[in-house]
């Protein structure tokens, strides 16, 4: 199906392991970003991508590692998972205007 | 400190009257605004935006509302259905460029019958 797509949808891993969340958009856009959705803080962007091999820092990146070596991916890797990275991650893409797309979202609980 | 907020958690509206959702800024240098709905589990979509050089765009049932000088914008939604119910996001372009958007914290609207 076209869109963006996130997986999985939900996931449960212990502190200390490591994690990849995925992100598959079928538009070609060139950006693609990261958030994480908490209570009160509303989205935070955790990291973005201009194109493929070009990935920048947003305002939450400590702990998390992206790629994106094709412009249709663009994984988050939690390197060592810890309790405060327990959240709702989406995934979004967008190309001209700022308007953003966003995938379903992966539900993360680390215990 | 946020750029963006939504200062009221939670608003409840009965259905059929108008839905009032406010967001105000600190950046005068955003251009652009959107509103996003979310519902439960599923990502948030895209709603209806402003640019900066307006005072109002409307859409079917939503309007929003651009006031530059109080950096202060607001949603209404009339008549209000309970299909409205979900948590709307304000966000803002970020003037850095790269099509990075700044979020509210998010307003969750309850339209009940």
């Known amino acids: 199906d076209a869109g963006i797509t996130q997986s999985p949808r939900y996931k449960i891993t212990e502190t200390g392991r490591q994690v990849t969340l995925m992100c598959h958009q079928t538009w070609s856009h060139s950006y693609m970003f990261w958030y994480r959705q908490d209570l009160g803080h509303g989205l935070r962007l955790i990291y973005y991508s201009a194109a493929a091999d070009i990935t920048d820092k947003g305002e939450v990146p400590d702990g998390y590692v992206v790629s994106r070596s094709k412009t249709e991916n663009f994984p988050l890797t939690l390197e060592s998972a810890t309790r405060s990275q327990t959240s709702v991650y989406f995934c979004a893409s967008s190309e001209r205007g700022p308007e953003q797309y966003f995938g379903p979202g992966t539900r993360l609980t680390v215990t | 400190d946020q750029q963006v907020k939504q200062n009221s958690p939670s608003l409840s509206v009965q259905e059929g009257r108008i839905s009032i959702l406010n967001c105000d800024y600190t950046?005068?240098?955003?251009?652009?605004f959107l509103w996003y709905k979310k519902y439960p589990a599923e990502g948030p979509t895209f709603l209806i935006s402003?640019?900066?050089?307006?005072d109002k765009n409307e859409d079917g049932r939503f309007t929003v509302f651009l006031n530059k000088s109080a950096k202060h914008l607001s949603l209404h939604i009339v008549p209000s259905q309970p299909g409205d119910s979900a948590v709307y996001f304000c966000?803002?372009?970020?003037?850095?460029?790269?099509?990075?958007?700044?979020f509210g914290a998010g307003t969750r609207l309850a339209v009940h019958p």
């Open positions: 966000a803002a372009s970020d003037p850095s460029g790269y099509n990075k958007l700044i």
């Open positions: 950046n005068s240098m955003f251009d652009y």
């Open positions: 402003i640019s900066s050089i307006k």
